[in-house]
Structure formats: C-alpha cells, structure tokens
C-alpha cells in the first residue's frame, strides 16, 4: 500500500464533503497537471490518501481519504460545459485520468502546513518544499507515520 497527499480549497471539496457522501465516495478529477496525473495513474485501491485543505481560512491536512477504484480516464476532459474540458484530448487516449476516493476520517483539527514545515521528518515532502505546487504527491511511509504522529496528539510507533 502507498501513501499520497491530495490538496483541494474545502470550498471546491473538502474532507467535510467526503463525510457527507451516503458511501463517503467522490471522484477526484480535474486534475491538470501532468505530474500530479501521473501520480494519480500510480494509486491503488486502497491506497490512504491525506486531504489537505488550502486557499481557506484553515490551510493544513484536515483527514484521510482512500483510493478506491485506480486511474480512469477523467470524463471532465470530454464535456465542453465543464471548466476541465479539453478539447486535444482525444476520446481514445486520453490525457487525464480519475480517481475514485471515500471518506476514512476527518481529524479534530488541521496539522497546519507550518507545523509540518517545522518538522525535520518531512524536509524531503514536497508539500514543504520552497516552489511546491503539485496538488498531487507521493508521501513516504516515515512520512505518513509522522504526519499522523502530529494528529491530535497520537502516539504513533
């Protein structure tokens, strides 16, 4: 199993939007960057992702998330009413892909991007990295266990 971080406004979705879903299951498109793409092609079913929030009043990593069905082709890249659409890409090999994500938990609050920028743990995160700007990105599992370390207050081995 892998681990991964995801960023999104909460206003656009957000780990109070998975919780609301009846199967806690959202699709995770319009992603339009060609490394953050690739990253997606990569996940797995099962695969636990942490969601985090930023351009809000709360930027950190809110939850985790878990990847429940593999890269697909993105369907947004295809509809011209949708700000995703593409029209060079072409129906039978298509640029984008999808993934599909369901609700795991929501934390009692954000771990705040300058906390995790504090930790020695995470100097190799992208996410904390000078110039960072992929919305998708792998996280190593001394990263992960880490990260959850800092979630209130868990004593992770």
Known sequence: MAHWLVKSEPD???IDDFA???DGTIPWDGVRNYQA???L???APGDEVFLYHSSCKRIGVAGIIRVMRAAYPDP???DPESSYYDPKSPP???RWQAVDMQFVEKFDDVVPLQTLK???ELSDLPLVRRGARLSVMPVSDGEWRHILSL???RNIG
């Open 12 to 14: 656009e979705c957000g």
């Open 20 to 22: 609301a879903r009846p």
């Open 37 to 39: 793409r690739n990253f």
């Open 41 to 43: 092609a990569k996940m």
């Open 76 to 78: 947004l890249q295809f």
């Open 92 to 94: 039978d090999k298509p």
């Open 118 to 120: 504090a930790q020695p």
């Open 151 to 153: 979630v209130n207050g």
